[in-house]
């Protein structure tokens, strides 16, 4: 009776478990048969160990198509600690080649990893230390792809284009603006391992390939940006200001053409500088009292309500204004006498702007400011734009009316004061400034997005517009401007001597010095804006420091913009100093007693007594005391002379 329960009872077990073996082997056969594939995934996964493969970040080019930062491919170091058979030999062998710590690099591939980077020693190596490994075949040691960043004009753009890290992401500049649109998915080279870090010759390896980011084109024209570089770099050679910044914009579209901060660094060795100057785009980011420069906002807006015929009106300068208790002087002792209101802003008298504030009135005077878009961001696509400081209306009392007027007491980024004169010659039109043209596709190169011109809002009409281009134009003519003026084209600007100031408190000497101007006047094509912050110098006016090299830029900017040589511009004011200017005349054909023109020196060629030929050729304008050299020969028909000119 017992012995049957027994048996029945192993019975049972040995039913239940064959029932359980049978579900086990069933289970498997079935993953077996119809999910072999995912498994056999799932255990790829784990056996493989990822060496990643860098894409290639995309490029950032100027407006035509010349390259400004690029990848560069590259190599860096991986190891597979499970490999490594003799890890302080293989440490003191990396050491050696990387020139780094053999300590630290011990610690880094004795660690319990599947897979260890190297970094920063073993990060982007020279050719010559690949070769080097790639000879030694240490074991657990590999060669990886990875892609480093090169900024082939070193410190040329150097705070508009930013640079990345050493993991190629996006840091500052255009690179972290751009960050997304730039970045390369990364691939994979994927190797079998065992536990043991073996390799698993029975499966292949798979390979996953990068990406390539898209390419950035910018406003930028090389060109110019070439020509401003030159002449700041110039600048901090001769003055030694504290630092310095331009700023070249397309006055039609808002399109920018050059920007340039001073000091400025090597984007390729970032790390070698101080915050202080990779941060900081001053263009964008440093605000200041614009000085003088800002008379020309005032001005167009009073013309905008028809408050004065500058032409016919005048006001009487006697050397200050007082407002509310306070005296404001003018820069001249004594004042400019009577004036009519072009020779207010001719002169840059800040009385006269006291009076011309005061026909504003408060609200118009606040409503132009806004319009022209001071208080506010550009909107310019860029990292790091301040909006500057402006007094709200209501904190605005008699005197701040007064200071404002003529460009004190509110603070303006260059960005946004280059952006309201471009309004001011362009027609009245305020446009948000770019610097970004289009978004390419890095192999076909063609245009993914193209970005346009955005008009915010018209500012002044037409007509003031193009009184104020006549206006600007009679300041390089007879004003303070007369530095940058450059006979045969229409230039037009303003000058800007604005005092520092320190927690509140004018300082001493210390000026920011800037002009801006637009060229040529009939029709605009460039607004430029050059800045100086205490430059070291006895002379403390902007259009004496800064008016040369606005000068300089200019005369080979607008041959470059195939911008036409006139007669119709406004005649230069002769002051005691200047230097005659004299056309040069015909004398081809002439007796050679006939070469004279008074101012002008002469020097003869060959044998004769006919011109043949004369350098440099009739029209050219020549400093009083200049030399022309006459080519001699005799008038016969059919005979072949040289020439001075060949």
């Known amino acids: ?192 391992f065992d536990a043991k870090g073996h390799n698993v010759e029975l499966y292949n390896e798979s390979y996953e390939a990068p990406g390539h980011g898209m390419d950035v084109k910018l406003t930028i024209d090389s060109n110019i940006q070439d020509i401003v570089e030159r002449e700041l770099n110039n600048m901090m050679k001769r003055y030694h200001p504290d630092n310095a910044l331009a700023i070249a914009m397309d006055p ?163 960005i946004q004061l280059v952006t309201a004169f471009s309004a001011i010659v362009n027609g009245g039109t305020l446009y948000e400034p770019y610097i970004t043209k289009a978004i390419e596709d890095p192999l076909t190169h063609d245009t993914i997005l193209e970005y346009q011109p955005t008009v915010k809002r018209q500012v002044i009409s037409k007509e003031t517009s193009d009184k104020m281009r006549y206006a600007l134009e009679s300041v390089v003519a007879n004003g303070g401007g007369k530095p940058a003026y450059i006979e045969g084209y229409r230039i037009g600007g303003k000058t800007g001597t604005a005092q520092k100031a320190q927690n509140g408190v004018y300082m001493a000497n210390e000026y920011i010095l800037s002009m801006i101007c637009a060229a040529p006047m009939d029709d605009p094509q460039i607004v430029l804006y050059i800045a100086a912050d205490a430059p070291h110098n006895d002379i403390l006016y902007g259009g004496t420091v800064v008016g040369p090299i606005i000068k300089n830029c200019l005369q080979d900017i607008l041959p470059y913009l195939e911008v036409k040589k006139t007669d119709e511009q406004l005649p230069k004011k002769k002051v005691w100093g200047d230097v005659n200017r004299i056309k040069v005349a015909d004398f081809i054909g002439k007796d050679k007693k006939e070469a004279a023109q008074e101012g002008l020196l002469f020097e003869f060629i060959g044998e004769g007594d006919v011109i043949i030929d004369q350098l440099p050729q009739a029209g050219a304008v020549l400093d009083e005391g200049g030399k022309v050299w006459i080519t001699l020969g005799k008038d016969l028909i059919g005979e072949t002379v040289p020439t001075a000119s060949n």
């Open 252 to 414: 039609k579209t808002g399109a920018v053409l050059a920007m340039v901060s001073k000091p400025d660094f090597d984007p390729n060795h970032y790390e070698d500088y101080s915050s202080d100057i990779y941060n900081r785009n001053l263009p964008i980011w440093k605000s200041y009292e614009p000085g003088s420069t800002f008379k020309s906002v005032t001005f167009s807006s009073a013309l905008d309500l028809n408050l004065f015929d500058m032409f016919k009106d005048t006001y009487m300068d006697k050397g200050y204004e007082m407002v509310g208790g306070a005296r404001i002087k003018s820069w001249r002792a004594g004042g400019h006498g009577l004036q009519t209101f072009l020779q207010v802003l001719e002169n840059s008298s800040n009385p006269g702007f006291v009076e011309i504030g005061r026909r504003l009135g408060l609200d118009n005077l606040y409503s132009y400011v806004t319009k022209f878009g001071f208080g506010s961001k550009t909107g310019i696509d860029l990292p790091g734009e301040s909006t500057g400081i402006m007094f709200k209306k209501e904190a605005m009392g008699e005197v701040e009316q007064a200071t404002v007027a003529f460009g004190q007491g509110l603070s303006v980024t260059p």
């Open 1 to 192: 009776m017992i012995r049957g329960k027994v048996k029945k009872r192993i019975m049972i077990i040995f039913i239940c478990c064959s029932c359980i073996f049978t579900l086990i082997l069933g289970k498997l056969g079935y993953e077996q048969i119809f999910h072999h594939t995912d498994i056999m995934a799932k255990a790829l996964n784990l056996w493989e160990r990822d060496f990643t493969v860098a894409g290639l970040r995309g490029s950032i080019l100027d407006k035509n198509g010349n390259i400004l930062a690029h990848d560069i491919p590259s190599t860096s170091i991986m190891v597979v600690p499970a490999q490594i058979k003799d890890a302080k030999a293989t440490a003191e062998k990396l050491a050696e080649v990387l020139e780094a710590d053999k300590d630290k690099i011990y610690e880094t591939i004795t660690k319990h990893v599947s897979t260890q980077k190297i970094q920063p020693e073993g990060r982007l190596i020279s050719d010559d230390k690949a070769i080097k490994l790639e000879s030694m075949d240490l074991p657990g040691v590999y060669l990886v792809q990875d892609s480093l960043r090169n900024y082939p004009n070193n410190n040329y753009l150097a705070q508009v284009l930013g640079f990345t890290g050493i993991d190629n992401q996006g840091l500052a500049g255009l690179e972290l603006q751009y960050d997304d649109i730039l970045s390369a998915k990364s691939g994979a080279l994927n190797i079998p």
